[in-house]
């Protein structure tokens, strides 16, 4: 089985501190993901990966950055976290030949 | 723009009876969608996916959806419902932007209750 682990399930940051979101797959996938999820507008995708140093924008990147080092880690960091980033992060990784998603158990970031 | 519409926020069901969870989609060329289901504080899980073939498409947990190109619509059902069904399910599409890398569009969720 695919296993995506994200390493906080809960956190709790102030206003403009930096936040790092890891997260780690054992599958070899190429194609890395990080969506945040909220409440009646579903998943919306922040950035994507699909090889090592590589990285796209998804449809909502402001305010977000991420880093891949390596292949099994990708990692999304806010630089200056604000209260509109309280939400919930989850990352995923993709099949590239079956095209299924495969998601971690999602961070939950609350920003004060 | 390629798109998701899950049009009910909510369904509820009782225990036994027959579920039906909609989607419809917006997408240029063939579509790929499919269906995932996420339980409290959890990440989602792939429920199925319908590429090509059959339109009737059977997936985990004795679900199934039909796709219907006419009505661009792919309902996920369950003959008999479990109160274990109780969950929030999205329905997602491949999205083929006219550059760059394809990606899944997800709706915006419903949230399924089966009562005893």
């Known amino acids: 089985d695919v296993k995506v682990t994200q390493s906080s399930r809960y956190l709790v940051k102030r206003t403009g501190e930096k936040v790092f979101l890891e997260c780690v797959q054992d599958m070899d996938h190429e194609n890395m993901f990080w969506y945040r999820q909220d409440p009646g507008l579903g998943l919306r995708l922040i950035y994507f990966?699909?090889?090592?140093?590589?990285?796209e924008k998804g449809d909502i990147p402001e305010g977000y950055s991420v880093s891949r080092e390596k292949k099994e880690r990708f990692s999304l960091i806010l630089e200056s976290a604000s209260t509109n980033q309280t939400s919930m992060y989850l990352c995923?990784?993709?099949?590239?030949?079956?095209?299924?998603?495969?998601f971690g158990e999602g961070s939950r970031l609350t920003v004060l | 723009a390629q798109s998701v519409a899950q049009p009910e926020d909510q369904v509820n069901v009782a225990e036994g009876n027959p579920l039906t969870v909609k989607c419809t989609y917006s997408?240029?060329?063939?579509?790929?969608l499919f269906w995932y289901v996420q339980y409290p504080n959890r990440g989602l899980q792939f429920l199925l996916k319908?590429?090509?073939?059959?339109?009737l498409v059977k997936g985990s947990y004795g679900f199934e959806a039909e796709f219907n190109k006419s009505q661009t619509s792919f309902h996920l059902k369950k003959p008999s419902a479990l109160v274990s069904d109780s969950a929030l399910y999205f329905c997602?599409?491949?999205?083929?932007?006219?550059?760059?890398?394809?990606?899944?569009?997800f709706g915006t969720g419903t949230r399924l209750l089966v009562s005893p």
């Open positions: 995923a990784t993709r099949d590239r030949v079956k095209w299924e998603l495969f």
């Open positions: 319908y590429i090509t073939g059959d339109n």
């Open positions: 997408v240029s060329g063939n579509p790929y």
């Open positions: 997602a599409v491949r999205a083929i932007p006219n550059t760059g890398f394809q990606k899944l569009v």
């Open positions: 990966s699909y090889d090592v140093k590589m990285k």
